[in-house]
Nanobody, 118 residues
Framework: VQLQASGGGLVQPGGSLTLSCSAS????????LGWFRQAPGKEREFVAS????????YYADSIKGRFTISRDRDRNTVLLKMNSLNPEDTAVYYC????????????WGQGTQVTVSS
């Protein structure tokens, strides 16, 4: 399984950014794909996830209402649209994949840096 994250960058407070995760190496039937982030000096934290088949979504409370996760099964891509960004959202964002029937994430992509600053 290979996961390639992209779309990070510098954005002003209040701005928007969309991250993309391209997944390859197998079919993802019954898997779950997610986004995590790690800010400097902090532990990695869960951001959002989506089940591949039904598209059921889960969000961390800190980003609920501002971020939207979606998947394109034809393109094997997971998107994270981030609105109303604030400096506390600054972090390296990682996409990850969880095998069917498991709670943990076994596969991780490289991170993409998101910096929210004026």
């Amino acid at each position: 399984v290979q996961l390639q994250a992209s779309g990070g960058g510098l954005v002003q407070p209040g701005g928007s950014l969309t991250l993309s995760c391209s997944a390859s190496g197998r079919t993802f039937t019954n898997w779950k794909l997610g986004w995590f982030r790690q800010a400097p000096g902090k532990e990695r934290e869960f951001v959002a996830s989506i089940t591949w088949n039904l598209g059921t979504t889960y969000y961390a409370d800190s980003i609920k209402g501002r971020f939207t996760i979606s998947r394109d099964r034809d393109r094997n891509t997971v998107l994270l649209k981030m609105n109303s960004l604030n400096p506390e959202d600054t972090a390296v964002y990682y996409c990850a994949a969880s095998r069917a029937g498991t709670d943990s994430y076994q596969f991780w992509g490289q991170g993409t840096q998101v910096t929210v600053s004026s």
